[in-house]
């Protein structure tokens, strides 16, 4: 669906009119965002499930539709499969859908305080949302004891304060919640490694909070990498070197034979006669990275390097078999990379690949009627009264329940439901 912008009437012409716009819009945008939150709570009453022994009754008369927790205890289930056509609508992942579904209803039903000045739209939706992301594992009375002591100010407080309000409505009201926050606190170490946000130079992000011990061996380890680096002639900057030290130490572990690096290089005939861009795609990661950077990793004496030519896609291979062969699949997991449900991106090699027409169907075993689909929208086709059709190879047509309209293909998702009262006529 696409929304029609209309101009203002007439434009500022000095500085002060261009701040007193800004303000208004600011308030209008404001506006639609906490009506936007209140939305998705009256959707989440309309498909809610009010205890597990309904979610579970649910489940028997829906082959797979039951209730789940989107917010904290005492809060009502919601209907897993209403969440996807929610999230459709508004432009978002399934996963990200339910988490702002899940702050709409730990607002409602959890925080009533601060519920009161969204609908009042007094407080910006994304500071109610923020609060709530946190409030949600504690019990309900401390939830209460931080919204009776949250409300008030939430418009103009930080982060740091609601921790801290946070950190004393757990230590009155849930001691032992406590008391295993403080034992497990070294849960919250972790190392990042973003491999999927690769830059076109073929470099990775990457970062972590580690035990302060493990912290000083590893800069110690690094630092002295980085320097024998620099003895053996290494002109790079110390900062270069550092993040080559590490890549040595990954490489140098006991046992370690070298790495095996898989690539899938997507190549057209320009880039075989040498005519072309000079860019490969990583299936990995879906990102472009140069030709140039391949050779390089090629020549890497430490890479076991696997080169796998991609299948011309174009070919029209089939099988009257209901069960899908790896060289079948792999044409379609190629060919689409990632879940072909509105807005999903979960990378397609671990997907189902499901017949669009159904095999009992008469529903051929080829790419043209194959589409590779995660294990949650897959139950959504099949049980959750979404439909969708191939108009031409990696290219799909979806509508949901409500018979909103949805064309994926290999670009992204593009809203294409028509007016409602257009849709009502037809």
Same mark, same amino acid.
């Given at each position: 669906?696409?929304?029609?912008?209309?101009?203002?009437?007439?434009?500022?012409?000095?500085?002060?009119?261009?701040?007193?716009?800004?303000?208004?819009?600011?308030?209008?945008?404001?506006?639609?965002? $906490?009506? =936007?939150?209140?939305?998705? #709570?009256?959707?989440? &009453?309309?498909?809610?499930? @009010?205890?597990?022994? +309904? *979610? %579970?009754?649910?489940?028997?008369?829906?082959?797979?539709?039951?209730?789940?927790?989107?917010?904290?205890?005492?809060?009502?289930?919601?209907?897993?499969?209403?969440?996807?056509?929610?999230?459709?609508?508004?432009?978002?992942?399934?996963?990200?859908?339910?988490?702002?579904?899940?702050?709409?209803?730990?607002?409602?039903?959890?925080?009533?305080?601060?519920?009161?000045?969204?609908?009042? $739209?007094? =407080?910006?939706?994304?500071? #109610?949302?923020?609060? &709530?992301?946190?409030?949600? @594992?504690?019990?309900? +009375? *401390? %939830?209460?004891?931080?919204?009776?002591?949250?409300?008030?100010?939430?418009?103009?407080?930080?982060?740091?304060?609601?921790?801290?309000?946070?950190?004393?409505?757990?230590?009155?009201?849930?001691?032992?919640?406590?008391?295993?926050?403080?034992?497990?606190?070294?849960?919250?170490?972790?190392?990042?490694?973003?491999?999927?946000?690769?830059?076109?130079?073929?470099?990775?992000?990457?970062?972590?909070? =580690?035990?302060?011990?493990? #912290?000083?061996?590893?800069?110690?380890?690094?630092? @002295?990498?980085?320097?024998?680096?620099?003895?053996?002639?290494?002109?790079?900057?110390?900062?270069?070197?550092?993040?080559?030290?590490?890549?040595?130490?990954?490489?140098?572990?006991?046992?370690?034979?070298?790495?095996?690096?898989?690539?899938?290089?997507?190549?057209?005939?320009?880039?075989?006669?040498?005519?072309?861009?000079?860019?490969?795609?990583?299936?990995?990661?879906?990102?472009?990275?140069?030709?140039?950077?391949?050779?390089?990793?090629?020549?890497?004496?430490?890479?076991?390097?696997?080169?796998?030519?991609?299948?011309?896609?174009?070919?029209?291979?089939?099988?009257?078999?209901?069960?899908?062969?790896?060289?079948?699949?792999?044409?379609?997991?190629?060919?689409?990379?990632?879940?072909?449900?509105?807005?999903?991106?979960?990378?397609?090699?671990?997907?189902?690949?499901?017949?669009?027409?159904?095999?009992?169907?008469?529903?051929?075993?080829?790419?043209?009627?194959?589409?590779?689909?995660?294990?949650?929208?897959?139950?959504?086709?099949?049980?959750?009264?979404?439909?969708?059709?191939?108009?031409?190879?990696?290219?799909?047509?979806?509508?949901?329940?409500?018979?909103?309209?949805?064309?994926?293909?290999?670009?992204?998702?593009?809203?294409?439901?028509?007016?409602?009262?257009?849709?009502?006529?037809?």
């Amino acid at each position: 669906m696409t929304a029609t912008l209309t101009a203002p009437d007439t434009r500022p012409e000095t500085p002060a009119e261009v701040l007193a716009a800004v303000r208004a819009e600011k308030q209008v945008a404001q506006a639609a965002e $906490c009506r =936007l939150l209140e939305l998705a #709570a009256d959707w989440a &009453a309309m498909h809610s499930t @009010a205890s597990i022994d +309904d *979610a %579970a009754t649910r489940w028997a008369a829906g082959f797979g539709d039951t209730g789940i927790a989107v917010a904290g205890p005492g809060a009502p289930l919601v209907a897993e499969f209403s969440v996807a056509e929610f999230a459709a609508a508004v432009g978002l992942p399934t996963d990200v859908g339910a988490a702002y579904i899940g702050e709409a209803v730990e607002l409602r039903h959890r925080l009533a305080g601060l519920w009161g000045r969204v609908q009042r $739209c007094e =407080l910006p939706a994304w500071r #109610a949302r923020r609060i &709530a992301r946190q409030t949600m @594992a504690l019990s309900p +009375d *401390a %939830a209460a004891y931080v919204d009776r002591h949250i409300t008030h100010v939430a418009h103009k407080i930080g982060p740091v304060t609601t921790d801290r309000l946070i950190d004393e409505a757990i230590a009155r009201h849930d001691p032992e919640v406590a008391e295993r926050k403080r034992q497990e606190a070294a849960d919250r170490r972790h190392f990042v490694i973003d491999s999927r946000r690769v830059s076109f130079d073929g470099t990775s992000r990457c970062w972590g909070e =580690l035990d302060l011990r493990d #912290a000083l061996d590893l800069e110690d380890a690094v630092a @002295a990498g980085a320097q024998r680096l620099k003895e053996a002639g290494c002109e790079e900057s110390l900062d270069v070197r550092r993040s080559m030290a590490l890549g040595d130490l990954a490489r140098n572990q006991t046992g370690r034979t070298g790495q095996q690096l898989v690539l899938y290089v997507h190549l057209g005939e320009q880039e075989l006669t040498g005519d072309g861009a000079g860019i490969a795609r990583l299936e990995n990661t879906d990102t472009i990275i140069t030709t140039e950077q391949v050779r390089e990793w090629t020549r890497n004496p430490d890479l076991a390097v696997v080169v796998k030519p991609v299948i011309d896609l174009a070919d029209h291979v089939r099988t009257d078999a209901y069960e899908v062969p790896d060289r079948i699949a792999e044409r379609v997991r190629l060919r689409d990379g990632h879940c072909v449900f509105p807005w999903c991106t979960r990378p397609a090699r671990p997907c189902d690949c499901d017949h669009v027409v159904p095999w009992g169907d008469d529903g051929p075993t080829c790419p043209c009627n194959l589409a590779p689909l995660c294990r949650r929208h897959h139950r959504l086709k099949t049980h959750g009264g979404w439909r969708y059709t191939q108009l031409e190879p990696g290219t799909f047509l979806w509508t949901s329940p409500h018979r909103h309209s949805y064309l994926v293909d290999h670009e992204g998702t593009l809203d294409v439901t028509r007016d409602p009262a257009h849709r009502r006529r037809a």
